[in-house]
């Protein structure tokens, strides 16, 4: 398994002196799929634009290859007057990618996330799931070798969010990309990853570690089993101890 | 073979249309009670009836030709004037999103031209350019291009942080980003203000043919300038509401044409249905 990104002691202070993450170190392998959860404001959406060169580090060392990393935001950002096809084609068309190479690529994505048959609507018209759905086509028709979501179900509703965690792992086991997810919810946390990294509040360092044991496939039901609500458990005790003394 | 527009539509149609036809009604009703009833017969001359107007006004072939063609010349100095403006003063905007000093070097001047009122300038242009075409469609311009660089600038800077984003994630800048992100984006705004430019524009123009009379051009500004010093009332009210029909025609046109271009995705449109 190789590193497919690495963190080295990195650290971001903004110009205006607010020290966003302190220190921080970790690696996603190929073949990982790692969460990062951590309290609001700590720093989370900081590492991926990092990553992603949206915003420098001051301290430490990056390692990734930026032309084979995939980025989906909080918010689909789709954009409202393309048509799902026409999203999807997005950032092949920013890549040159020649026109009818471009419609085939994305109708194969569109397929992939389920969306067949929508090619021609709006997103005005799609519903959140949907919405993010399109997103994730968008990325994926790029064949990142590192995708990285910054809590993008964290808007939609239960049952819509738990299908589309299947979905997304179901397309981490066939798309063969390694993983870096960030959320609010300790539930999607440990039924997504292969590894969760918990964050400290500001300035964010990584505090705590787990490994989770479950293989993939993974079903549904395995949220109501022992092990996973045990696991469930440790992460959520170190979240709050990251949180700081104030929330006793 | 068109099919029969369906009953909703039409009782859509007619509730959309109802209530300013009744209001119309109504001013034609305070009219002809003001002009028939109010005035005695030797006032009458301040407000004929609608029916005179309409006969002196449109149906005498004479009067008719003679507003038509300064329709006609309105419309051409109006149409050179909101073009020029609607090009100028979307690079404008364009050049004050794309650069911070060119906005705040130039904004306080564009500022200047909008708080300037018109009547103020016009008789300068006239010492500078004479009665000329191109002083009538300056006057345009000054008058219209306030709304167009304002209203695409706000849409420019309106755009979602996310996009952004997304472009930037791929280096994607310059004019690939203005033609594929910002344009687009902006477009609700920068017709908003296409709009507001398009009245004002007929007002621009119609105020420079009123004080440059000298000119080979016979526009609606013009004509309403003679009928007043000739007391020709009815005449004056037919111009005056060829004027507003000018006006309200380019508001009609750009409103259609941006909801053609937006109705598809644009969302904070009034949904229908
Ligand atoms: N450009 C910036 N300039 C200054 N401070 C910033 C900037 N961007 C973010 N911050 C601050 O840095 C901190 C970390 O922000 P970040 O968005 O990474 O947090 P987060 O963990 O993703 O929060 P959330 O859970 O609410 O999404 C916050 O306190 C935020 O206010
Ligand atoms: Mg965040």
């Not at chain 1, 949907?130 to 979501?149: G, H, T």
């Not at chain 1, 993983?179 to 997504?192: K, N």
Request: hydrophobic fraction near 45%; charge should be neutral; proline fraction near 5%.
């Amino acid at each position: 398994m190789s590193t497919a990104l690495s963190f080295n002691d990195v650290g971001v202070i903004f110009p205006d002196g607010t020290e966003a993450i302190r220190g921080v170190t970790f690696d996603v392998a190929t073949g990982e799929f790692v969460t990062v959860v951590g309290p609001s404001g700590c720093g989370k959406s900081t590492l991926l634009k990092v990553a992603s060169n949206l915003v420098a580090h001051t301290s430490g060392q990056v390692e990734v290859d930026r032309a084979s990393l995939g980025y989906t935001f909080q918010d689909a950002t789709l954009l409202p007057w393309r048509t799902v096809q026409r999203n999807v084609e997005l950032l092949l068309e920013f890549h040159g990618v020649s026109k009818t190479e471009r419609a085939a690529i994305a109708q194969e994505h569109i397929e992939l996330v389920g969306l067949t048959g929508f090619e021609n609507h709006y997103p005005k018209r799609l519903s959140g799931g949907m919405k993010m759905r399109v997103s994730l086509a968008r990325s994926l028709a790029m064949k990142p070798q590192v995708f990285m979501f910054d809590e993008p179900f964290g808007a939609l509703d239960e049952i819509t969010r738990e299908r589309l965690n299947s979905e997304l792992l179901d397309l981490f086991s066939t798309e063969g990309f390694a993983g870096l997810f960030i959320t609010h919810s300790i539930q999607e946390a440990v039924f997504m990853s292969t590894r969760i990294l918990v964050m400290s509040a500001r300035p964010g360092k990584i505090v705590a570690e787990f490994k989770v044991p479950f293989e993939y496939p993974r079903r549904d039901e395995l949220r109501y089993e022992p092990d996973f609500a045990r696991l469930a458990g440790e992460v959520s005790e170190a979240l709050r101890a990251s949180s700081g003394e104030a929330g006793h | 073979m068109s099919a029969p527009p369906e009953p909703s539509s039409v009782r859509r149609l007619l509730g959309l249309a109802g209530p300013p036809f009744a209001v119309a009604m109504g001013v034609i009703g305070i009219w002809y009670f003001v002009s028939e009833v109010a005035l005695s017969d030797g006032q009458s001359f301040l407000l004929p009836p609608p029916h005179a107007v309409f006969q002196s006004g449109v149906l005498d072939g004479q009067h008719l030709t003679e507003l038509l063609e300064g329709l006609r010349a309105t419309l051409i100095v109006t149409l050179v004037g909101l073009t020029i403006s609607i090009i100028l003063g979307m690079s404008v905007a364009i050049l004050m999103y794309q650069f911070g000093w060119f906005e705040s070097t130039f904004f306080p001047y564009a500022i200047v031209i909008q708080a300037t009122p018109i009547i103020a300038i016009v008789p300068l242009i006239g010492v500078w350019m004479g009665f000329s075409f191109n002083a009538r469609v300056l006057v345009v311009i000054i008058i219209s291009i306030f709304p167009i660089i304002t209203n695409t600038l706000f849409g420019l800077k309106s755009i979602d942080r996310n996009f952004i984003n997304l472009f930037e994630l791929h280096s994607v800048k310059g004019p690939t980003r203005l033609t594929k992100l910002s344009l687009p984006a902006a477009l609700p705004s920068i017709f908003t203000g296409f709009r507001i430019s398009a009245g004002l524009a007929v007002v621009g123009a119609i105020v420079g043919e009123f004080f440059f009379k000298g000119g080979e051009e016979k526009g609606l500004g013009r004509l309403i300038s003679r009928y007043q010093l000739q007391l020709q009332t009815e005449q004056l009210i037919a111009a005056i509401v060829i004027a507003s029909m000018l006006g309200v025609a380019l508001f009609l046109i750009v409103g259609f044409a941006s909801d053609r271009l937006t109705r598809s995705w644009h969302t904070s449109r009034r949904e229908t249905g």
